[in-house]
């Protein structure tokens, strides 16, 4: 998780980016990877943190690319994947772009702009997106339809959690998170009925609304315009990611919360999803973008079964610079509220560093 002081964001960032004193900063050697996850439609406000925080403004994600461009050395993810698996030394300065989700927004809104500036990118995409119309992830549909319903008497059958019994939460995020963690110690066939159940339940509240308010409003509980923000890209859709110069990694089966899901489903988790990948793709899927990717939700069990995979490298949504090719690898996470200059402390190192002098 993110955590920036206003003083850092306001002020300490804006002075240190505008007299060029990041620049001066920056690592000479290394690289960094930055992390997105899908881009608001024009226009768009951010109207429901915590969802729609992870998409980036059009004009900010341009700025970011060109921003980089300038000041760095974007670099394709096969020149990454050289550097990992042969040795093959980086440009200095070298940033890779990776989005996580395969969201079909990163197709229509993000892929346009990255081809306009001539950078590529990793996109880190579920099995989900194996199929030709697939609908979205799990958790998203989750998070939109507790928003109609909150799932009164439908959450008796979930798993326990610990955490949740221990602190019990009352505001919507957390309640809606510790369900996730719930879900996620599922199978995922046993978790997939769960949610149709749900999904019928606010499908069929939202039609006897309906029918008492007239026909304004949606049959389906989900909205289509949620719908289209959140849905997922289909295998034509990486196709033509691969021939624009795209590359394709995997992000799991259906991005449950590995540490909660039994040795053989989080092993099924991490290797299947590589090996469907490649079989709709027709090519080598080499890295692994572990689900959610901060804090508890990747341990040893869970780098050493992407290691044994088959991967050449994994992701995790931390962040720092690396001087040397590990197997797990951090990330910078952008954020809808991320201005330039706390970007570019974030790509320079910085921002690390004030957030642990702060901590202390
Ligand atoms: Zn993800």
Redesign the pocket.
């Known amino acids: 998780m993110l955590v920036v002081s206003p003083l850092l964001k306001r002020v300490v960032y804006p002075a240190l980016h505008h007299t060029g004193c990041l620049d001066r900063v920056t690592p000479s050697a290394g690289y960094a990877v930055v992390n997105y ?1 899908g881009m608001l439609p024009a226009g768009a406000s951010t109207g429901d943190l915590p969802l729609d925080g992870s998409l980036v403004h059009p004009e900010a994600f341009r700025q970011q690319i060109q921003f980089l461009k300038t000041h760095y050395h974007i670099i394709h993810p096969e020149e990454f994947r050289a550097s990992i698996e042969e040795r093959k030394p980086l440009p200095p300065r070298s940033v890779l772009l990776t989005c ?2 395969g969201l079909v927004n990163a197709f229509t809104e993000m892929l346009p702009v990255m081809q306009s500036e001539n950078v590529s990118c990793l996109f ?1 995409v579920t099995a989900e997106s194996c199929s030709d119309q697939p609908g979205m992830l799990w958790f998203h549909e989750l998070y939109h339809l507790m928003r109609i319903n909150p799932l009164i008497g439908m959450d008796q059958d979930l798993p326990a959690d610990e955490d949740a019994a221990a602190n019990p939460q009352s505001d919507f995020h957390s309640i809606w998170w510790s369900t996730v963690k719930k879900a996620s110690r599922w199978d995922r066939t046993t978790r997939a009925d769960w949610l149709d159940r749900v999904r019928t339940s606010c499908n069929s509240m939202a039609s006897s609304m309906k029918s008492s308010m007239g026909n304004s409003m949606e049959s389906s509980a989900v909205s289509s315009a949620s719908d289209r923000q959140w849905r997922l890209m289909g295998t034509a859709e990486l196709k033509q990611l691969t021939e624009a110069g795209m590359t394709i990694g995997a ?1 799991s089966l259906s ?1 449950a919360v590995l540490s909660l899901c039994s040795d053989e489903e989080a092993r099924s988790e991490i290797q299947d999803s590589k090996i469907q990948l490649e079989r709709a793709l027709g090519r080598p899927v080499w890295a692994f ?1 572990y ?3 901060y804090g508890f939700t990747v341990g040893e069990r869970e780098l050493r079964m992407a290691q044994e995979s088959g991967y050449s490298c994994a992701f995790v949504n931390v962040e720092h610079w690396d001087t040397e090719c590990n197997f797990a690898l951090q990330r910078t996470h952008v954020t809808s509220d991320m201005t330039l200059p706390e970007f570019a402390a974030h790509l320079s190192g910085v921002h690390k560093l004030l957030q642990r002098a702060v901590a202390g």
Do not use: K
Request: hydrophobic share 30%.
């Open positions: 996850h996580d989700d880190f992000h991005h973008a689900p959610f990717g």
